[in-house]
């Protein structure tokens, strides 16, 4: 039996009313009388193990769901993440939602509830609750800020100090974000957005339709990966101001092929790796944790179900890949749930692995035995030389959720909420003491921290005994105890031990007791190194380069660490061994043609090296041609040099240096090349040379027109250098011509060339200095903002042509002073134009100016734009009054404060909405005079402004929304209005309408209007109606069936609640109402004779027919029963014993009284006939009506209640 418990926050004596399983989920949920919602989750193992617990331990009670009410009714969704919960009060559907958490720069922030966040910051060891007004799909935290998002809205909050202030919102679709330092990066179709904490976008990080949409975003360190929905991701590099692409887009489907999507991608510190969850087709995560390195660009993944011996496998393109070989057991049947990088140690990657659900086959479910653990945390080192080391592994520990990250030296993790009521909450495994010595409540921290494996002790150690320790973990991890000793010995404070040479090849150099022993021992060493050259055991061969001594190969072969190929750092070692040979195989056998040719060039075989680069390493042939030019020159094969130096492109520098000593085979090498860079050098040469002739046609020959007029305005040649200026238009040749007019003074001539050189500030200057007025105003236009202020200036300093300036001035958006300018010298001309510019950013003043301006001109309409953008809305709704303009929606909306303004407030706000809708209801604008009225808060006037708009449907829509007693009344009103015998919606609307008023005597009244004149016939069979209001409507068309099908007993039933309603009214005049009743109550029993007649008639025939015509022979009968149903009934009797006399004489009343056409709805033609043959009577034709389908015309009253009612 299980029960609820009072440390998770529910009360002593709380009582579960219901309770509703999910089987998919495991989920046992009930509801309480207190409004919470208790949920115990099925734990986890094998059914074996399940069974073996006891029945309490087989269910772990949750943190309960508080609502309002009593909850009498709960049930889960088909969807398996929704649960349905009535109350008293209301029904509410719960949405499951992943609690939001998030850990960054060591700043944690857990969800505890919807709205409610706890804080936790480990630089300074504080914590915090932070209460959010919105609903939240996820959280990103940094040092500075706290930013929460719901896919429709983010919000910022800052930290300052000990608190948190809201440093922004805006609204925003993005259903990812994260943040770095003041920008924050959301997501929009192939875009990424950089934006500012207010909303504003800085940048965009645009994505092909090719990359797809972003929809996954990490940042770790000053690197942002982004992943899409096309299975591309992109790495930025968001060290400066502007992010960077750091890694281009990569095709995830192209580096892992066949794998899937991508469901999460993550980056580490330094930008070069990058670890992805891959999504299987079925929408579960794969078991593989796929690694991309950026920098070598290589792919290799891990496996938890890998089976050993598939170590290595080839994809289709041909790359080979790592694959990790899965060995302990205890991971197994597991699969990747979520993953993290270190966020400063580029090497640490850890992640959370999950028990996977849902085993395929029996052998499977066989093999996962009962210890298996359900989460596993799982770190390892990921470098280029060692790939994927398993470097710690543990169990998620009980009292944590989930896991949040790594910082070294830490783990850090979200608790489990144990306890929540209203805004106080407790995690899991904290004391029961919730409050401080002091009363105050103190804020539990939902983030614990986990030392991890090696810093078990050290607490918060410096950085140098942090990076110490985890060199030691990794060398340790990767078998190396050599390196692992000598990390280790960086941490002791003490002396370190003793080195020997036989204890384990530690490092260090070989004691040196003699001359011998050294030489002896080094070739020892030496020949050791060799060998290690063979089995490829460069560990070995590390020890053995320090005993050795041998620094330069040490330094060398760290160097070749970050070669992926062993067979390439194997080559390094045999190089510094001098082992040529074996380091050319071992080269060629990993297809390592980069460093075969560097190889080759080193060892001075510079023919191999360029057939090498022609055939397998293009990319470095020109690099190899510069170098093997470079050789020829020292050794002095100049001819060679000259042609390979040709061959790698650096001629243009390289042949002219080479031969400076030999000015003639230089000037014909350049005749030779007939290159335009070749003849400029050798132009500027001869110019410095003081040959000005062979210069110019050197430079003219280069294209160098700037040097040609340099050289022609030094000669004195001008018009020459002019006319070169005009035919090529160089800018730099036109600017340097300028200036030399203007030190002539031949101003025009400058001027022209100053424009030719797009230098308009200069010729903008000779104008103003020299008073080319014409001139200046077209310079000023094609010159910038800053340039035309300072012409208008000129022209408002010299007092002419003032319109030239207030163009200017309007032109460099200087609307201010344009306006005041245009006012000043009565451009009105310009003032429209200027007045087109304007808005809400400029200055009141000049706008009010402007709309008087318009006023004065009957230009009203523009007027009223200018001061609805000044915001002045009285005067404009003023204008629009005195001038008879129509309010359009955009004015209206324009007119329209916000409540957030601080223009108005907020009665003046609501006075000003009234307005508006007043001036809107004068010209007919119903519909919009009801929105502002609605907005103003006053719904009465907004209803009677809905009323004259006539629209039944919003009429409808406005009464159920406003929920106020008066708007319901006057909507039913409206309602009654209209052809309601026709529509039983409208009807049913009446009624629900005064119902919910309490209106009851309105509500009598329309009941008595229903049995003024019935409605069509309608059916009602099988129909239930669970409200009381849809009840009563259907009780009003039964009434029908008196008139159509004779059924009393319904209509029996109507008219009872008739009287209910009407004796709980409250009418004016008690007798009046006591009247109403006691005729109801006549009505009532009159149909009950008539009922029980007909019941009886089976029975006792003749006592049924005497009650009939004692009903006949009543007083008002026919108020409550219709004549032709008691005729009817004795004509039928009468033909069935067979008295067709008396039969006839009932028939013929019912001809007197009853129209002819109207026969037929009371007795059927064969009753007729057959009356007539035993009478002996022929029929006569006016007995013969036509067949109708239901239209009787006579529509007798059911029921009388009160009077009509007077509108509120």
Request: aromatic residues 10%; hydrophobic residues 35%.
């Given at each position: 039996m299980i029960s609820l418990d009072v440390q998770f926050g529910f009360e002593g004596g709380e009582c579960i009313n219901c309770v509703s399983y999910c089987s998919a989920k495991g989920l046992l949920a009930a509801g309480t009388n207190k409004g919470r919602i208790a949920m115990w989750k099925k734990a986890a193992g094998s059914n074996q193990s399940i069974r073996a617990l006891e029945?309490?331990?087989?269910?772990?009670?949750?943190?309960?769901?508080?609502?309002?009410?009593?909850?009498?009714?709960?049930?889960?969704?088909?969807?398996?993440?929704?649960l349905a919960v009535n109350t008293t009060s209301s029904v509410v559907i719960l949405s499951e939602q992943a609690m939001s958490s998030h850990f960054h720069q060591q700043v944690a922030v857990v969800q505890v509830s919807p709205n409610l966040f706890n804080v936790t910051i480990f630089s300074t060891g504080t914590t915090h609750t932070l209460c959010v007004d919105m609903s939240v799909n996820g959280v990103f935290a940094t040092k500075d800020a706290v930013v929460f998002w719901n896919g429709k809205q983010v919000t910022v909050f800052e930290c300052s100090g000990d608190t948190f202030r809201n440093a922004g919102s805006f609204l925003c679709d993005s259903p990812v974000l994260s943040v770095h330092g003041e920008n924050l990066y959301t997501v929009e179709p192939y875009r990424v957005q950089v934006r500012t904490w207010q909303g504003t976008v800085k940048q965009l990080l645009v994505f092909s339709e090719a990359e797809g949409n972003p929809c996954l975003l990490d940042i770790c360190g000053n690197f942002l990966v982004v992943g899409t929905d096309l299975a591309h991701f992109k790495i930025f590099d968001l060290s400066r101001r502007e992010a960077k692409v750091h890694c281009n887009s990569k095709n995830f489907s192209e580096l892992f092929p066949g794998l899937g999507g991508i469901a999460s991608v993550k980056c580490n510190a330094n930008g070069n790796k990058v670890s992805i969850l891959v999504s299987k087709a079925d929408g579960n995560v794969d078991s593989k944790i796929c690694f991309y390195d950026v920098e070598m660009d290589q792919v290799t993944f891990f496996d938890f179900k890998a089976e050993k011996g598939n170590v290595r496998e080839k994809l289709s393109s041909g790359q080979s890949i790592d694959k990790s070989v899965v060995e302990y057991p205890e991971l197994q049947w597991h699969v990747p749930a979520c993953h993290f990088w270190d966020q400063s140690e580029p090497r640490l990657f850890v992640c959370e692995a999950i028990l996977e659900t849902g085993l395929q086959t029996p052998d499977q479910n066989k093999n996962k035995t009962e210890s298996t653990v359900d989460v596993w945390i799982i770190s390892f080192f990921s470098t280029e030389e060692h790939g994927l080391l398993l470097q710690d592994s543990f169990p998620l520990p009980s009292s944590y959720q989930v896991l949040l990250g790594m910082e070294v030296p830490h783990y850090y993790f979200a608790k489990k909420l144990f306890f929540r009521r209203g805004y106080v909450y407790k995690p899991l495994g904290e004391s029961e003491n919730g409050q401080a010595e002091s009363g105050a409540i103190k804020v539990s921290q939902m983030v614990a921290r986990r030392p991890m494996r090696d810093f078990i002790g050290l607490g918060d150690c410096d950085k140098t005994t942090r990076d110490a320790v985890l060199n030691f973990s990794f060398y340790l991890t990767a078998g190396d105890m050599d390196e692992a000793f000598k990390s280790i010995k960086l941490i002791k404070s003490e002396d370190a031990p003793e080195q020997h040479v036989g204890s384990g090849w530690r490092l260090g150099r070989v004691p040196r007791a003699s001359p011998v022993m050294f030489t002896s021992g080094e070739a020892v060493w030496e020949n050791m190194a060799r060998m290690c050259v063979k089995t490829q055991r460069l560990d070995v061969a590390k020890i053995c380069l320090g005993n050795m001594g041998h620094a330069r190969g040490a330094k060398a072969l760290r160097e070749a660490e970050q070669e992926p190929e062993q067979e390439a750092r194997v080559a390094v070692l045999a190089i510094q061994l001098g082992m040529l040979e074996d380091a050319?195989?071992?080269?060629?056998?990993?297809?390592?043609?980069?460093?075969?040719?560097?190889?080759?060039?080193?060892?001075?075989?510079?023919?191999?090296?360029?057939?090498?680069?022609?055939?397998?390493?293009?990319?470095?042939?020109?690099?190899?041609?510069?170098?093997?030019?470079?050789?020829?020159?020292?050794?002095?094969?100049?001819?060679?040099?000259?042609?390979?130096?040709?061959?790698?492109?650096?001629?243009?520098?390289?042949?002219?240096?080479?031969?400076?000593?030999?000015?003639?085979?230089?000037?014909?090498?350049?005749?030779?090349?007939?290159?335009?860079?070749?003849?400029?050098?050798?132009?500027?040469?001869?110019?410095?040379?003081?040959?000005?002739?062979?210069?110019?046609?050197?430079?003219?020959?280069?294209?160098?027109?700037?040097?040609?007029?340099?050289?022609?305005?030094?000669?004195?040649?001008?018009?020459?250098?002019?006319?070169?200026?005009?035919?090529?238009?160089?800018?730099?040749?036109?600017?340097?011509?300028?200036?030399?007019?203007?030190?002539?003074?031949?101003?025009?001539?400058?001027?022209?060339?100053?424009?030719?050189?797009?230098?308009?500030?200069?010729?903008?200057?000779?104008?103003?200095?020299?008073?080319?007025?014409?001139?200046?105003?077209?310079?000023?236009?094609?010159?910038?903002?800053?340039?035309?202020?300072?012409?208008?200036?000129?022209?408002?300093?010299?007092?002419?042509?003032?319109?030239?300036?207030?163009?200017?001035?309007?032109?460099?958006?200087?609307?201010?002073?344009?306006?005041?300018?245009?006012?000043?010298?009565?451009?009105?001309?310009?003032?429209?134009?200027?007045?087109?510019?304007?808005?809400?950013?400029?200055?009141?003043?000049?706008?009010?100016?402007?709309?008087?301006?318009?006023?004065?001109?009957?230009?009203?309409?523009?007027?009223?734009?200018?001061?609805?953008?000044?915001?002045?809305?009285?005067?404009?709704?003023?204008?629009?009054?005195?001038?008879?303009?129509?309010?359009?929606?955009?004015?209206?909306?324009?007119?329209?404060?916000?409540?957030?303004?601080?223009?108005?407030?907020?009665?003046?706000?609501?006075?000003?909405?009234?307005?508006?809708?007043?001036?809107?209801?004068?010209?007919?604008?119903?519909?919009?005079?009801?929105?502002?009225?609605?907005?103003?808060?006053?719904?009465?006037?907004?209803?009677?402004?809905?009323?004259?708009?006539?629209?039944?449907?919003?009429?409808?829509?406005?009464?159920?929304?406003?929920?106020?007693?008066?708007?319901?009344?006057?909507?039913?009103?409206?309602?009654?209005?209209?052809?309601?015998?026709?529509?039983?919606?409208?009807?049913?609307?009446?009624?629900?309408f005064y119902t919910k008023a309490r209106a009851l005597d309105l509500l009598a009244g329309f009941y008595d209007a229903c049995a003024q004149v019935l409605p069509p016939p309608v059916t009602a069979e099988g129909v239930w109606f669970a409200s009381q209001t849809a009840r009563r409507s259907t009780l009003l068309l039964l009434q029908v069936e008196i008139d159509e099908y004779q059924n009393y007993e319904k209509a029996q039933g109507a008219l009872t609640e008739a009287y209910k309603c009407l004796s709980k009214a409250k009418t004016r005049s008690p007798l009046e109402q006591e009247s109403k009743l006691a005729h109801l109550q006549s009505k009532m029993t009159l149909i009950k004779r008539f009922i029980h007649a007909r019941r009886v008639y089976a029975e006792d025939p003749e006592e049924a027919v005497r009650q009939c015509e004692l009903l006949l022979a009543e007083q008002d009968f026919d108020s409550a029963i219709h004549l032709g149903h008691i005729l009817g009934f004795l004509v039928e009797h009468y033909v069935q014993v067979e008295e067709f006399h008396m039969a006839y004489r009932y028939l013929e009343e019912m001809q007197k009284r009853i129209p002819a056409t109207n026969l037929s709805n009371y007795v059927t033609q064969q009753t007729i006939e057959a009356v007539h043959r035993g009478a002996g009577i022929p029929v006569s034709r006016a007995l013969v009506p036509e067949q109708t389908c239901h239209s009787s015309t006579e529509n007798k009253d059911v029921e009388e209640v009160a009077d009509e009612v007077e509108d509120p």
């Open positions: 029945g309490k331990d087989r269910w772990n009670l949750q943190a309960p769901t508080e609502l309002e009410g009593n909850v009498s009714q709960i049930k889960w969704g088909s969807r398996k993440n929704l050319e195989r071992l080269y060629k056998a990993c297809k390592r043609y980069d460093l075969l040719n560097k190889f080759y060039q080193a060892s001075n075989q510079w023919q191999k090296a360029i057939e090498t680069a022609e055939a397998h390493d293009r990319v470095h042939l020109r690099t190899t041609y510069y170098n093997y030019a470079k050789h020829l020159e020292a050794t002095g094969e100049h001819s060679l040099a000259l042609a390979h130096y040709e061959k790698s492109d650096t001629h243009r520098f390289e042949v002219p240096r080479m031969l400076t000593e030999d000015l003639q085979a230089l000037e014909n090498y350049v005749n030779k090349m007939k290159d335009k860079s070749l003849w400029k050098w050798w132009a500027q040469y001869l110019e410095s040379q003081s040959e000005m002739e062979s210069a110019l046609k050197y430079y003219a020959l280069a294209q160098d027109y700037f040097s040609l007029v340099r050289v022609h305005c030094f000669q004195g040649d001008i018009q020459k250098a002019a006319e070169i200026a005009n035919e090529t238009g160089n800018w730099a040749a036109s600017y340097h011509l300028a200036r030399q007019y203007e030190s002539q003074d031949e101003i025009k001539q400058a001027v022209h060339f100053y424009t030719r050189a797009q230098a308009f500030n200069n010729a903008i200057r000779l104008c103003k200095e020299n008073n080319l007025d014409d001139q200046l105003m077209n310079l000023a236009l094609l010159s910038s903002p800053e340039d035309m202020i300072e012409a208008a200036r000129y022209y408002e300093e010299k007092g002419e042509q003032m319109d030239r300036a207030v163009m200017l001035y309007h032109k460099a958006g200087h609307f201010s002073k344009a306006l005041e300018l245009a006012f000043a010298t009565q451009q009105f001309g310009a003032l429209q134009l200027i007045a087109e510019d304007l808005d809400e950013k400029s200055d009141p003043a000049l706008l009010a100016r402007c709309s008087d301006f318009f006023i004065e001109h009957a230009q009203y309409k523009k007027a009223m734009e200018l001061l609805l953008t000044a915001k002045k809305y009285h005067e404009a709704l003023q204008l629009c009054l005195k001038q008879n303009l129509t309010i359009t929606e955009e004015m209206a909306e324009k007119m329209t404060v916000s409540k957030e303004s601080q223009d108005l407030s907020e009665e003046s706000r609501r006075e000003l909405l009234e307005q508006i809708a007043d001036c809107c209801m004068r010209q007919g604008n119903y519909h919009m005079a009801t929105k502002k009225y609605t907005q103003a808060g006053n719904k009465l006037k907004a209803m009677r402004a809905l009323l004259k708009s006539g629209d039944t449907e919003k009429i409808i829509f406005f009464a159920g929304v406003s929920r106020q007693r008066e708007i319901y009344i006057m909507a039913a009103n409206y309602l009654q209005s209209l052809d309601w015998r026709k529509d039983p919606e409208i009807m049913k609307n009446i009624i629900s």
